[in-house]
């Protein structure tokens, strides 16, 4: 019954190398988006859509490509990978809740992205 | 700009209480959150606090908000071990962006 599943949990590849993590959700939640969380802890967000629709799309190289084929899924394609890339990629999910809730997210395990 | 600040590392012994602090800048902040991620983990909704509100209690944790000094605090009682991990704090503004902070590293020595 896991909210927020992205595979693969574990990515180890070469640079120039071309990769893809895949994510779903199963809470119904309308809005999907990608963080990555560097070797410091710190925390960005990458994409943002809702209801398959981009509305969030920070500075990030256009190497990275978001796909949503329904707003139940969000994967994320890296082209030429490179060193820096390497790094954790979060995938979550909200639904906007005007009331005490907010914009609650509910983050996925993580995928561990090693560029060598 | 929007900005949140956590100071990096806290350490406690076991059995005492552990309050780890927030300030944000963006004065329209209307929700507040704090997630906990423990190693190799992702991210975990502890608790969160709506503007209009200065105090939450949850079990060992109370949130205080101090919406004049932007000021966000996470306290929780009788830390264990097992509380051990990141804490962040983050802030939205009603929209779809929610901006997180550094990470507060909470050690707890037995």
């Known amino acids: 019954d896991t909210a927020v599943s992205q595979t693969p949990k574990y990515l180890v590849t070469q640079m120039g190398n071309d990769k893809s993590i895949k994510c779903e959700q199963n809470?119904?939640?309308?809005?999907m988006y990608w963080y990555k969380q560097d070797s410091k802890k710190f925390l960005k967000i990458m994409f943002s859509y809702n209801n398959k629709e981009l509305i969030i799309n920070e500075t990030v190289p256009n190497r990275f490509s978001p796909k949503s084929p329904d707003k139940a899924h969000l994967n994320l394609h890296i082209n030429s990978l490179e060193l820096g890339d390497s790094a954790v990629y979060f995938c979550?999910?909200?639904?906007?809740?005007?009331?005490?809730?907010?914009?609650?997210?509910?983050f996925g395990e993580g995928s561990w992205l090693t560029v060598v | 700009g929007e900005d949140v600040e956590q100071s990096l590392f806290l350490s406690v012994r076991e059995g005492d209480s552990s309050v780890i602090n927030c300030t944000y800048t963006?004065?329209?902040?209307?929700?507040l959150y704090w997630y906990k991620q423990e190693p190799g983990a992702g991210l975990q909704l502890l608790t969160y606090i709506f503007s209009n509100m200065d105090m939450k209690q949850d079990q060992r944790l109370t949130v205080l908000l101090n919406k004049k000094d932007k000021h966000l605090s996470l306290r929780i009682a009788d830390t264990q071990t097992g509380d051990s991990a990141i804490y962040f704090c983050a802030f939205n503004t009603g929209g779809f962006k929610t901006i997180f902070g550094a990470g507060t590293r909470l050690f707890v020595k037995a």
């Open positions: 809470l119904g939640h309308d809005t």
């Open positions: 979550a999910s909200s639904q906007r809740d005007r009331g005490l809730s907010g914009n609650t997210i509910y």
């Open positions: 963006d004065s329209s902040s209307t929700y």
